[in-house]
């Protein structure tokens, strides 16, 4: 079954970036044929959709809290799934994840799906 892995976060100052990472936590798995979104979680609050990725032209969606100073991208030669932070900001601090779902359309991405595979999270603060 396929389980994924989040790395890149950590302490960052307002204004700063960070890049996170997601890919298969084994081998033998491919992201190629799934969408792959990130999520994140607040402490006290709920789950907040990021952004997503479609597996094929690269379609992206963004949560209307980080549009304009996040970024989505895939690498599928390498299986991974990045997410550039930019203009960081202290409500960003949260738990992220990472999680795949199998497309119901292959050239898009909907936070709604039924993402069956996830990341164990990565903590990001954004603290000065």
């Known amino acids: 079954q396929l389980q994924l892995v989040e790395s890149g976060g950590g302490l960052v100052q307002p204004g700063g970036s960070l890049r996170l990472s997601c890919a298969p936590a084994?081998?033998?798995?491919?992201?190629?044929?799934?969408?792959v979104a990130w999520f994140r979680q607040a402490p006290g609050k709920g789950r907040e959709p990021v952004s997503c990725i479609s597996n094929i032209n690269n379609y992206r969606r963004y949560g209307e809290s980080v549009k304009g100073r996040f970024a989505i991208s895939r690498v599928h030669a390498n299986e991974t799934v990045y997410l550039q932070m930019n203009s960081l900001k202290p409500e960003d601090t949260a738990t992220y994840y990472c999680?795949?779902?199998?497309?119901?359309?292959?050239?898009?991405?909907?936070?709604?799906?039924?993402?069956?595979?996830w990341g164990q999270g990565i903590q990001v603060t954004v603290s000065s």
């Open positions: 999680a795949a779902a199998v497309p119901s359309v292959p050239t898009m991405c909907l936070f709604t799906w039924d993402f069956h595979a």
């Open positions: 084994g081998p033998g798995f491919t992201l190629g044929h799934l969408a």
